[in-house]
């Protein structure tokens, strides 16, 4: 069975701050998915990270793929209330199906 | 373009009861999974359905059925209703190009609000 470790599972910081959220996993993945989803709503697509090593930006949020394709990070810079969510990292070992992280809950104070 | 639409958002049903949740997929994703999300398991995989065939299946009992229409469009449906089964159901279309499944991108839907009372 795969799994995948999310940290922290609870995360509350103020306006400005920076965070990182990290993903990790014993296993290796073909791709990895990062989404954001807030209450009552389905979650959102973020990012994919398809190649070790791989690093991608999405104005403040930066996603990196571990060389080694078991594990991510999602590190945000000068947090913003707007930031606030549930983020949930999401691995493909084969086909479509996702193994999902816990997720991590943001909470951004202004 | 439309996004994943899941009927009905909310749903109240009894214990022993039975149910059905639609899912309509985005235009051209031939691709449907399905979730379900409790705050004590996070979202855990029910099954996956391409070109009306179910392709995946998670640890789920029998009680958790599926299928997919020629248009794509699926539907699951969970018999004899325990509490435990409230919970989020979140419905992913994604586009397979070519037949192969590597690396397909998956795109949620709102969810349907299951309550069993």
Known sequence: TQLLEQSPQFLSIQEGENLTVYCNSSSVFSSLQWYRQEPGEGPVLLVTV???????????????FGDARKDSSLHITAAQPGDTGLY???????????????????TVNP | KAGVTQTPRYLIKTRGQQVTLSCSPIS??????????????GLQFLFEYFSETQRNKGNFPGRFSGRQFSNSRSEMNV??????????????SSLVTGGSFMNTEAF??????????
């Open chain 1, 50 to 64: 398809v190649t070790g090593g791989e690093v991608k930006k999405l104005k403040r949020l930066t996603f990196q």
């Open chain 1, 88 to 106: 949930l990292c999401a691995g493909a070992a084969s086909g479509s199906r996702l193994t999902f992280g816990e997720g991590t809950q943001l």
């Open chain 2, 28 to 41: 051209g994703h031939r691709s449907v999974s399905w979730y379900q999300q409790t705050p004590g398991q």
């Open chain 2, 79 to 92: 018999s004899t209703l325990e509490l435990g089964d409230s919970a989020l159901y979140l419905c992913a």
């Open chain 2, 108 to 117: 949620f839907g709102q969810g349907t609000r299951l309550t069993v009372v």
